[in-house]
Each structure stands twice: as structure tokens, then as C-alpha cells.
């Protein structure tokens, strides 16, 4: 949770309190914290310096212009995986030679865009995609370059629905496939083959799928160079995991260590694009107790004003959050267990819930919290990632603010939506 922490009784990120942002600008609130981002971006850097390596940045995980501002300052790239998310970083003054455009359906209207904006590289995930962009590329007089998105068929392990590197999965191409393509390059004649790329899913405890999947891409890349194509970037996407639960995790120089000696071997230069590495712990949602209800089954909920809208993981993934009092006389405990909440004198368990009506809208079920009142904050944890850029407007609800703290100082980086907002675009049908 590097930047939040508890001084005394009260939860601080950086040096601000967070009950005094909260007292500005209200709940459900999103805060990040400044330094947190750009230590975890530099760490990475740090850790793979031994290559030439490019970090693009995952804007989907966290989409907010500011952020990506920040971080385009440090020398960052960007992965879009959408014409939108190009405009994004490309608003955040993002370099389009450092952006890389990923996703299985681009449009032949965001091909162009990012052709007219001469982005750095394309992810290309079929042979219908290569041909489109060959022959958009065609239509502007440009060559595009273009890494070959592969599908290694790797599990690893991670939650089903983030898994993408196995061969059920629509993601990228398989090595015969792939093979087949590289035979026939000089067929796209505006397109210049010069990558390949994969993304295994996310998040991913251990290294060991990344050295399988860097292990195949070596033998590939021997082939493709026997057949007369140089293969200069190896773009190993994101995945890099974080902790949700307090727990030891790995970190990006037990990544670089096993990886980085296979891409010298390759002679490759490397990408990466982390998106939760950066932001996940960077990142909390604030959120105030409404109510307190308790059921003749014995059951206690708190409801709060955040809901699956503002952070739809648990719902979706059934994602771990840690979940906290911003005031509270209680420790946090060091390290959670997803499984089995622990009571200590002055706690009860509780299943934290939103508004929103959906059984799936909890937050925690039957989780050991100091007791809770009506007008209490909580702070939800490793939210900085996946949170807000998943965020709808699901029951009509505004959605949340976003703040960004830097050493003493703070700034709104998103107003609150308002009930204009949730209309706005809508018109009364004239037929
Ligand atoms: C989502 C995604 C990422 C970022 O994943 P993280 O787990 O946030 O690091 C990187 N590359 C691609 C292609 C993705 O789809």
C-alpha cells in the first residue's frame, strides 16, 4: 500500500489526511498518490536498464489524463487498446512514436487514426487485421509497423476471466499461424514486420509463465530470422502482480532477473506494458457508511455509498480488497487472508455492500472490521488499477471523483459527475 499509511489513528496518503480531502470533496472518492506512481514506474525502469527497454504504460487500467501526464513526463509510453484511449494519451501528451496499439477488434477508422498520428507500433492479433492496416497504410502512403501478437498457450494461472494467453482464448495468433505470415511478409507491402508480442493475462504471481512464453518467442524468432525477417522488439505485455492482500509479492527485479537473460539472447529491444504494477497500489477508493442493518439470521451489513458501478472487480472477478476505517483505533492487520477473516476484541464481521441492486454488489463478505458507524470512511485498498476506468454510471449513479495527492498538496483530477452529466447526449425522440 506504499503511499497510504496510518499515522496515529487516521489514514494519510503522502502527507495529506485523508479525511480532510474527503471533507472537500466528498464520497465515493478515488485518491492516488503522485510519488507512489512514479516510484513503481521508476522501479521497473530500473530493473530491466540492463536492455533498452520502452515502457508503455496500460492505459486502460487507469485512463485518467493527469496520471497519464505524469507519466508521460517521466519518458513514458502508452498501450492503448482503442482510437479513445489513443486520444487519451495522446491529450496527456503522450509521444505517439511511444505508443503501441493493441486489441483484438481496431476498427478501419482507428487504424487511420493511429496511422495520422504515426503511433509507434501495431499489436496485430489476425491475418485480416494485418491486411486491413496493410492496405490503410497503403491508402496514406505510410508503413506501419507491426509486432505479431502471439498466443503461446500458456496458463498463468490467474482468474479465468484475465487469462489471455491460452489457446481458447481470442487473443493473438498461434506460431503456425503466425509462421505462415512471416513466409508470406513481403505480401503486406505497407506494413513493416518488426515484433512480437504477448500477454499472458493478469495478474501473474510468478515469473515462470513469462520465461515459458520468452522461451517459445526465442525459437520463433530463429525462425523468423532464418526466413529473412528481423525481429527487433519483443514486447512481453503486462501482467506484473501486485499485493491485494498485504502479502510478500514478487517484485520487478525478480521479473527482470529471469527474463532479461532471454531477451539478450534474443537481441531484441523490449517493451513492456504494465498498467496494475504502476497503479494498482497507488490508488484507494473512499467510501462512507450509509447505514447499518442486521437481519433475525444474524447477518450484518454495511451499506455503503460506493458500489459495483464505482469498483466492479469483486463483483467481476471476485477480487480481495482490503477494506478499512480511515479512522479507527485498530490496526490494520499486516497481512490478510482472503479466505478466513480474523476477529480481535473490538470487531465484527460484517459483509460490506453498495447501493446498487444487484446481489452481486459487495464489496466483502464476512470480513472482521473494527465496528462501524453511521458517517464512518472506509478505505478501499488497491483500487488505483482497473478501478475507475471500469467505473459505469449503473443505477443512474454519478460517477466518483478523482484526486491526486502530491507531498502536501492535492488536486481534483476528475470532477464528481453530476445528473446533467448522466443525461447529457440524451434527446426526446422526434419520430
Ligand atoms: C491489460 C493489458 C496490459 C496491462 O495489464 P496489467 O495487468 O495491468 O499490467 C498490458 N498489455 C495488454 C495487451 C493488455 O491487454
Not at 464520497?27 to 514506474?41: C, D, F, G, V
Not at 447505514?291 to 477480487?319: Q, S, W
Not at 478523482?402 to 419520430?431: H, Q, S
Request: one cysteine or more; charged letters at 25%.
Amino acid at each position: 500500500m506504499d503511499a497510504f499509511e496510518y499515522r496515529g489513528k487516521t489514514l494519510f496518503c503522502e502527507d495529506v489526511k485523508i479525511e480532510d480531502i474527503i471533507g472537500d470533496v466528498g464520497t465515493p472518492t478515488y485518491i492516488y498518490s503522485k510519488n507512489a506512481i512514479l516510484a513503481r514506474y521508476s522501479e521497473l525502469k530500473t530493473a530491466f536498464s540492463d536492455v533498452d527497454t520502452l515502457i508503455c504504460f496500460s492505459v486502460k487500467s487507469n485512463s485518467n489524463l493527469s496520471i497519464c501526464r505524469c507519466l508521460a513526463q517521466e519518458g513514458s509510453g502508452f498501450d492503448v487498446v482503442s482510437g479513445g484511449e489513443l486520444f487519451r494519451a495522446i491529450n496527456a501528451g503522450g509521444s505517439p512514436s511511444k505508443i503501441v496499439f493493441a486489441g483484438v477488434g481496431k476498427t478501419d477508422k482507428e487504424i487511420k487514426y493511429a496511422l495520422e498520428n504515426n503511433v509507434f507500433m501495431f499489436n496485430v492479433e489476425s491475418i485480416s487485421e494485418l491486411e486491413h492496416i496493410s492496405r490503410l497504410a497503403g491508402g496514406l502512403d505510410k508503413r506501419a509497423h507491426v509486432a505479431l501478437r502471439i498466443n503461446p498457450d500458456i496458463d498463468a494461472k490467474t482468474h479465468i476471466k484475465t487469462t489471455t494467453g491460452k489457446k481458447e482464448n481470442k487473443f493473438g495468433i498461434d506460431f503456425s499461424t503466425a509462421e505462415k505470415i512471416i513466409r508470406k511478409s513481403s505480401k503486406y507491402s505497407n506494413v513493416s514486420l518488426s515484433g512480437l508480442h504477448v500477454h499472458l493475462g493478469s495478474p501473474i504471481y510468478t515469473v515462470d509463465p513469462y520465461v515459458h512464453a520468452l522461451k517459445k518467442v526465442l525459437v520463433f524468432i530463429e525462425r523468423c530470422r532464418s526466413t529473412g525477417v528481423d525481429i527487433e522488439y519483443v514486447n512481453v505485455g503486462g501482467g506484473y502482480c501486485i499485493s491485494y492482500t498485504g502479502e510478500k509479492v514478487i517484485r520487478s527485479e525478480a521479473y527482470a532477473i529471469k527474463m532479461l537473460p532471454i531477451i539478450k539472447e534474443m537481441q531484441c529491444k523490449l517493451i513492456l506494458e504494465p498498467g496494475r504494477y504502476i497503479m494498482g497500489n497507488s490508488g484507494i477508493l473512499v467510501t462512507n457508511v450509509i447505514y447499518r442493518k442486521e437481519t433475525v439470521h444474524g447477518k450484518k451489513f454495511i451499506i455503503c455509498d460506493a458500489a459495483m458501478n464505482d469498483l466492479i472487480r469483486p463483483a467481476l472477478y471476485d477480487a480481495f480488497h482490503r477494506i478499512w476505517p480511515v479512522n479507527t483505533n485498530i490496526k490494520l492487520p499486516a497481512v490478510e487472508n482472503p479466505k478466513r477473516s480474523v476477529i480481535k476484541k473490538g470487531m465484527e464481521l460484517v459483509d460490506i455492500v453498495g447501493p446498487v441492486c444487484e446481489s452481486s454488489d459487495v464489496f466483502a463478505f464476512g470480513r472482521a472490521l473494527p465496528k462501524l458507524k453511521e458517517g464512518d470512511l472506509l478505505a478501499i485498498f488497491s483500487a488505483g488499477a482497473y478501478g475507475f476506468t471500469m467505473s459505469s454510471s449503473y443505477n443512474s449513479r454519478p460517477r466518483a471523483c478523482e484526486v491526486l495527492v502530491d507531498g502536501k498538496k492535492y488536486c481534483i483530477i476528475r470532477k464528481r459527475e453530476t445528473y446533467e452529466d448522466l443525461i447529457r447526449g440524451e434527446e426526446f425522440t422526434k419520430c
